[in-house]
């Protein structure tokens, strides 16, 4: 899908305060960018951002990082933060404009408790597997953050990608908690599940949703 860019979307990011400017700079210390010690929870390739502030709002003991690489994309889940009365906005809650290679550099280990990974881009082509959210390169990624029994939740509509995922974990060292190849009809999954923005247009076009839990095997010493 082409995406539509706006011209003033880099300026509009750089001065919301809830767009972190120097992520880096925060490694190993976001306890002090939210001003607790509450666990925390990422979610990569975050769009327009419905799911993370969702769970932002049901979650006020969780501190939640919405990650997006492009600002177009970003900025539409900076205005449907702006669009909630200011007292209303959840202080458990920034974004960050990177690419998820970048993760290790933002985050030390140990640091997060859960990644989320919600119809990522599937990388179709064979050549570009590495580049997929659930390739051993990213999970490997993951294994540099997580925090001993940290977890990834990942949900998608495209079989491919799903199956392509499942035999990753293994080759990566990584297990499998759980596993749904339809979501919305399983009654233990989908048991408080959020939908985002693609979730709910491909559930209405018909399109099975698939999702994994996966936990690393082998944790930090």
């Known amino acids: 899908m082409r995406l539509r860019n706006i011209p003033s979307a880099d300026q509009q990011i750089a001065i919301n305060p809830y767009c972190i400017q120097d992520p880096a700079s925060h490694r190993g ?34 501190n939640y990082i919405g990650i997006e690489r492009y600002t177009s994309v970003l900025l539409r889940a900076v205005q449907k933060l702006e669009r909630i009365p200011a007292d209303e906005i959840p202080s458990n809650l920034r974004f960050i404009c990177m690419d998820a290679e970048q993760l290790s550099e933002v985050f030390a280990p140990n640091e997060v408790n859960k990644i989320y990974l919600n119809f990522s881009d599937p990388w179709p082509k064979k050549r570009h597997a590495r580049r997929r959210l ?10 540099q953050i997580l925090t001993p029994n940290g977890t990834i939740e990942f949900k998608t509509d495209n079989q491919q990608l799903f199956a392509f995922s499942l035999n990753e974990l293994p ?51």
């Open 171 to 221: 080759a990566a060292n990584w297990t499998l908690n759980a596993c749904t190849y339809d979501l919305h009809n399983d009654s233990i999954l989908n048991n408080g599940n959020i939908m985002t923005e693609y979730e709910e247009k491909f559930s209405s076009l018909g399109n099975p949703i698939y999702k994994l839990i996966a936990s690393r095997s082998v944790p930090h010493s």
């Open 29 to 62: 210390v976001w306890k002090h960018v939210f001003q607790n010690t509450q666990p925390l929870h990422i979610e990569i390739g975050m769009g327009k951002g419905r799911f993370i502030l969702q769970l932002a709002q049901t979650n006020p003991d969780i």
């Open 134 to 143: 659930t390739s051993q390169q990213f999970l490997q990624r993951y294994d």
